[in-house]
């Protein structure tokens, strides 16, 4: 019998090493804070801002490296956690994970693709076909919802080549723009998943001094989430016309108001999240507000 693990008191978060969720993940990180010294061979980040250390490893990996508790949390696309945890579940393992958090980037979508020329009537014409594709459990999944019956074909890359070959008949792959299905005379018909960049973690909470270091990166995370969209507006007002500007002005936090020492006049300052366009400052102005200003926020803890 393994011996249980010892307590550990730094978190190690899995991310991928290059390829699409690479960077925009360390920058993710590295907006709430965190700094890092890099080992020589590029695997391992050693955190020093914070007790957060980075394994940079390949995206399929990352389920499974959290499942077998050798890093606390990753951050991966939530076709290949709903890959992994179906796959599991197939071996009757459980689904042990969990998204903590989506991120609201890295999207794209898993979708039943066919040939360009064919007419598509619904998800019974794939009976008996054979679908290429890197995700067969999520297709699987879907299949026995549909209550089709077709074949799955495992294929670890160029998905979307395999019509040609011969290997499959149709195919399942991830799509974004779908240039790469258009420029093999491929169409998506549906969509089976739709996915984006998430933190993967387990359901339980971790059981040592990891589950404090845990909440504060995920309260940073939160932040710097929020933050990437966020603005401030400020702007004056005579106290006259206060009750025309205060409709016009976008949703977001409720407005702060204050007078101005000596005037007539108040100040209005509110957080927005999202951008603020042209029109809406001239809608603003036509109303009698000035001094509008629209400023990025470097910072934010609610
Ligand atoms: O080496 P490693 O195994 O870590 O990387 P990888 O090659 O398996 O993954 P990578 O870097 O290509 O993708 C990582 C993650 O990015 C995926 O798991 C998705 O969550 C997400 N993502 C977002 C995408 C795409 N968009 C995407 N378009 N992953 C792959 N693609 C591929 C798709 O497979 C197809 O070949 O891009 C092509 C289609 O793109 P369009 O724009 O032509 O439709
Ligand atoms: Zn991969």
Redesign the pocket.
Known sequence: MTPPAPPRDRLRVAI??????GDPARELLASCGLTWRESRDRLFCYGESLPVDLLLV???DIPGLIADGVCDLGI?????LVEHGLAHAAQGRGVELTEWRQLGW???RLDVAIAEGDEWVGPEQLTGLRIATSYPHTLGRWLTEQGVDAEPVLLNGS??IAPRLGQADVVC?????????RANQLKPVTTILE?E?VIAGPRAQLDDGRQEIADLLIRRLDGAVQLKEARLLMLRADRGVLDEVLPLLPGGHEPTVTAVEGRDEVAIQMLVHGPISWAKLEDLKQVGAHNLLVLPVEGMLA
């Not at 991966?76 to 290949?80: D, E």
């Not at 792959?173 to 299905?181: K, P, Q, R």
Request: proline residues 0%; glycine residues 16%.
């Open positions: 991928q090493k290059s390829g699409r969720l390949r995206d399929d991966v696309g939530r076709n290949v890295g999207a794209c998905v979307e792959d991830l799509v974004s723009s779908g240039g790469t299905l996915s960049a």
